[in-house]
Structure formats: C-alpha cells, structure tokens
C-alpha cells in the first residue's frame, strides 16, 4: 500500500495519499444497530473541514470501515469561516457549538469515537470533559494538551495571519486583549510565568484543572475507554513537542522535559489521568516524522484498526 506525504507542512496541513486499504471489520455497534462507531474529526490550525488533507482522512476512514458515519467539525457558516475561525474565535465559544451540534446530531447518539488533529486534540479534551456525550475513544495527533510556548512556522496560505499572530503573542499573549481575540493565545502556556499563565489563560489552565479543580472534569475524562495521544518525533511545529503526550518544559524554566508522569498534575491526579493509566487507559503513541506527517499504512494500522474501527 503507497502512502506518499509532502515535505514541509505546517500545524495541521497534511496530504495523505488514499489508500486501497484494508476493510477493517467492524465489531463496534453490532450489538446495537449494526453499524460502525461514527467518528466525530477536528482539524487543527489554518486547516478546515473539508480542505484537501482532512477531506482525504475522511475517505481514507470511510472507505475502511464499512458503512461509518464521520462528522467533520466545521465552525462557521463555511469552509472560510471555519478557517478563520481557527485563529480568531474563543475557543470556549467553539466548544460550545460543538457540544450543542453533537447533542442534536441524531447520528452520534450511541457513542462515537474522536479524532482531533494538532489544536483540534485539546480542543476535542475540552469536549470529552465538558460535553462527553458518549465519546469512546479520543485519539489525538500532534496535540498540545499542555499548551505551547513558541510559533515556529506556519500552514501554507498563513503567512500574513502568522505575521499579525507573531506580533499579538510578542506583545503579550496574556493580555486581556490577545486572550480574548486568538486561539492560539489561549493554549499559551510559558512556563518561566506559571502564576500568569493560571490566572489569564482563558482555556487551557481551565482544561488542565489548574484554577479550579473541576470534579466534573475529572470524571468525564475518564468516561473514555481509552485516551490515545500521538506525539511527532520530529516536529517541528510544536514547541516542546511533549506537550504531545500531556508533558512540558518543568515549571519555572523552558529547557528541561517533565513527562506527564513527572508533573504535579498527574501525580495529584487533578484530571484523573493517574487513574486513567494504571487502568491502562493512557497509550503514548510515537510517529516517526515532523508534525502530522504519516503514512496511511502507518494511520490504518496503528490508529484506525485499534482505535476507530470497532
Ligand atoms: C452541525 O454540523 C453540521 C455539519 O457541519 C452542520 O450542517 C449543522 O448545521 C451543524 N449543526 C449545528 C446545530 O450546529
Ligand atoms: C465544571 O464543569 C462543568 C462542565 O463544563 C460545568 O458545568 C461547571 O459549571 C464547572 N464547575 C465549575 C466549578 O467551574
Ligand atoms: C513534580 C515532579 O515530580 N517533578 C520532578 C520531575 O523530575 C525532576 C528530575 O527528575 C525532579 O527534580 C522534579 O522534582
């Protein structure tokens, strides 16, 4: 089976040749209604619903698992809002509309599994734990569950949004200002200013049980049969690329690694992701390349045969 990616994509760009593939058996729903798990994707960055590299997952899942339903999450009233909208809209505010659009889908009522690229994971986190709604699986790629510190480069067709990002971070992504208008600022996490980071970021610390420690939270999340993270060895999108696999720079410097079992968070346990990987709940999945680069032999084997296809 060939499988051929492009060089050089940025955060969520991605070209994915469609495979022949394999039918994967579905066991999934049999018990009630014979058909497939649905499958519910968020794209990530500069990316949309329904562009050329997530339109292509999209087939790749539904020509291999017979008779799948997928929701490809589009925020806006088109493929340009949804677009602008990855930059530009609360993040809270896309939760929001995501829950309310799974909860009158009369499609994804018996459970379904989820598929977050980059941004699109955490973002996907916040909807397991807000709104579950019977999601099964959460499989994220590339995703930044504790946030990043650093732009270093840019979807294709972003260069002059990534201009006017780059200035709104340097100038303060913790403002009220910056927080409120950028996405991207809102999974800002500079660990040499932890106090700030707790106390302004408008999403991501709250996600993270940071603030407040939301009981609810902790229990939605592991509500999950299983939370699937995929980490890019050589990505060079994602600064620090741990953040991945719910890891960070330790608190009050930007050089050293903590993993996630390392952190105050795992270890007091305020999102029950302790719990979650004694029960073997927890999979750190490596890929070998930079950010979002795989092939599709690599994504139906390790990811759609275990995670998304029963
Ligand atoms: C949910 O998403 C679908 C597909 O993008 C869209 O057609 C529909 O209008 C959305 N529904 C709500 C309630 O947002
Ligand atoms: C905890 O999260 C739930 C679900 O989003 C929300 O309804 C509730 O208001 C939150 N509680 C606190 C104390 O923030
Ligand atoms: C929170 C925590 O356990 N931090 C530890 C992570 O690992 C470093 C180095 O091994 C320790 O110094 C930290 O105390």
Request: contains cysteine; proline residues 4%; charged residues 20%.
């Amino acid at each position: 089976m060939a499988a051929s990616i492009s060089k050089g994509f940025a955060l969520c760009y991605f070209f994915i040749a469609v495979s022949q593939g394999v039918l994967l058996r579905s066991k999934s729903n049999s018990e009630r209604d014979g058909t497939p798990t649905p499958i519910v994707m968020w794209h990530g960055m500069g990316d949309s619903c329904c562009a050329r590299g997530i339109g292509r997952l999209q087939q790749i899942l539904q020509s291999n698992i017979a008779g799948v339903y997928v929701h490809s999450i589009e925020i806006g009233a088109n493929e340009q809002e949804d677009f602008a909208n990855s930059y530009f809209m609360s993040v809270n505010k896309q939760v929001e509309q995501v829950c309310r659009n799974i909860s009158s889908n009369p499609l994804l009522q018996n459970g379904y599994h989820a598929i977050g690229f980059s941004q699109g994971g955490q973002f996907l986190r916040a909807v397991a734990q807000r709104c579950p709604m019977g999601m099964r699986n959460l499989v994220t790629l590339g995703g930044q569950h504790q946030g990043v510190f650093g732009l270093p480069r840019c979807p294709p067709g972003s260069a002059v949004i990534c201009t006017y990002i780059r200035q709104l971070l340097d100038k303060g992504a913790m403002t009220d200002f910056v927080q409120e208008r950028l996405v991207q600022a809102q999974y800002w996490h500079d660990s040499l200013k932890e106090e700030e980071y707790r106390s302004k970021s408008l999403f991501l610390a709250d996600i993270n049980n940071e603030v407040t420690k939301n009981a609810t939270y902790k229990e939605n999340l592991q509500k999950l049969e299983n939370f699937v993270m995929v980490k890019f060895l050589k990505d060079s999108m994602v600064y620090p690329d741990e953040s991945e696999w719910f890891g960070y720079y330790c608190p009050g410097q930007a050089t050293e690694i903590c993993s996630l079992r390392n952190s105050t968070l795992y270890q007091e346990d305020w999102l029950g992701l302790k719990a979650m990987d004694q029960a073997g709940k927890l999979k750190f999945i490596p890929a070998a390349g930079d950010h979002l680069q795989f092939t599709t032999e690599w994504f139906l084997k390790t990811i759609v045969g275990p995670y998304l296809s029963s």
